[in-house]
Every structure is written in structure tokens, then in C-alpha cells.
């Protein structure tokens, strides 16, 4: 069975870099589509972007500035980086596997970052 | 990209049929047959129930079916059961090769 597992700081401070890792076990990262998405505490869920089994990306125009997703296929992990955040991006992050239409079918369980002021 | 419209809650009681919508654009949903849809428990991670449109994954109930008109795609519970209540999403491929999600809709089962 594929399992996801999001690591890094729980905190961080404004204006700092957000920097987090996902796991991918039991399952290859190669052929597939790495998705990084984030849920506001009590809000939905936002596609943040993806990195492809190619290397190329692809970034929510809304973060696009911001974001970098990056991925080291020998160790099946891929990461993301959020520069200058704000207390806005306080939510829970997630990592997913999955299709490049958007079937993201395997999913990290999720970590808390919040960012202080 | 804004986000695709979903309707913030529905629901039913056990045994009815209930229709979820997800609109969006000629950008998303409309150019594409890949929409799928995520059932979400409290502080749990989302699971896709459907995805390119009417797909169901291996696993998935077959009361759970979806469809798609235009610009407006639809998610479908039948023989609704206290289990199903949560959070649905939907979520689309779009023309900029990026995905886009709507902003959820909570399902009571009353």
C-alpha cells in the first residue's frame, strides 16, 4: 500500500520560509504527479502546484511567486518550499500522488504549520 | 483561477438520493472530462470517490456515481447512509495545466 508522510517545522515566523518534505513509501514517485495542497483551519482545500515524474512544474497562479516544488526521485521525496509567509498561510499541508489530470489518489495525512506574527 | 462553485451544504435522510454540483468554466470543467470528487472527515486526509468525471475507484461504493453537463459536473449519493456524512469536494484540470478545487460542500445526513 502507497503511504505519504508530510515532515517539517511546525512553526515558523513571518516573513520566514515555510520548508516541507513528503515521503512516499511502499510506492514510487516515477510516473507519477507530486501535488502539494493546503486546507485553512476551517476552510477548503487549495491546490498549491506539481511536480511531474519529468521534473517540470506546475503552480497555482495565486502562489506562483512564492512556491517552489522540488523532488528527489532516489529517495522518493518531494518537497515545498513557501517563501515570505504570513499568518494567511497557517493551515494544514498536505502531499499527494497521484494523475496529471488531477486523480490524486494517495494522500500524506497532513501537517499543521502555523506561522507567527 | 477561481475557485469551481459548490453549494456550502446539502442534505438528506438515509436511504434518499442527494446530487451535489461543482461549477465551473470553459477553462476547467467544461473543456475537460477530469473532474473528481473527495469525500473529507473531520481532520482527516480527503479520499477520491470519483474521478474523471464518472470513474469510481476500486473500493468506492457504487452508490456514489458523477456525472457532467457544460460547465457543471455532479456527484451523487444514493441509498444515503450516516456514513456518508462529511465534506465533499470536486476538483478539475484546467486549460493552464494546473488543478483547481471548489470550495466544499457539507453533507448532513439527518
Known amino acids: 500500500q502507497v503511504q505519504l508522510q508530510e515532515s517539517g517545522p511546525g512553526l515558523v515566523k513571518s516573513s520566514e520560509t515555510l520548508s516541507l518534505t513528503c515521503t512516499v513509501s511502499?510506492?514510487?514517485?516515477?510516473?507519477?504527479?507530486l501535488s502539494w495542497i493546503r486546507q485553512p483551519p476551517g476552510k477548503g482545500l487549495e491546490w498549491m502546484g506539481y511536480i511531474s515524474y519529468t521534473g517540470s512544474t506546475h503552480y497555482n497562479p495565486s502562489l506562483k511567486s512564492r512556491v517552489t516544488i522540488s523532488a528527489d526521485t532516489s529517495k522518493s521525496q518531494f518537497s515545498l518550499k513557501l517563501t515570505s509567509v504570513t499568518p494567511a498561510d497557517t493551515a494544514k499541508y498536505y502531499c499527494a500522488r497521484g494523475a496529471w489530470s488531477g486523480d490524486l489518489e494517495y494522500w500524506g495525512p497532513g501537517t499543521l504549520v502555523t506561522v507567527s506574527s | 483561477q477561481s475557485a469551481l462553485t459548490q453549494p456550502a451544504s446539502v442534505s438528506g435522510s438515509p436511504g434518499q438520493s442527494i446530487t451535489i454540483s461543482c461549477t465551473g468554466t470553459s477553462n476547467d470543467v467544461g473543456n475537460f472530462n477530469y473532474v473528481s470528487w473527495y469525500q473529507q472527515y473531520p481532520d482527516k486526509a480527503p479520499k477520491v470517490v470519483i474521478y474523471?468525471?464518472?470513474k469510481r475507484p476500486s473500493g468506492v461504493s457504487n452508490r456514489f456515481s458523477g456525472s457532467k453537463s457544460g460547465n457543471t459536473a455532479s456527484l451523487t449519493i444514493s441509498g444515503l447512509q450516516g456514513a456518508d456524512e462529511a465534506d465533499y469536494y470536486c476538483s478539475s484540470y484546467t486549460t493552464s495545466s494546473t488543478l483547481v478545487f471548489g470550495g466544499g460542500t457539507k453533507l448532513t445526513v439527518l
Open positions: 474523471d468525471v464518472t
Open positions: 511502499s510506492g514510487s514517485i516515477s510516473g507519477y504527479y
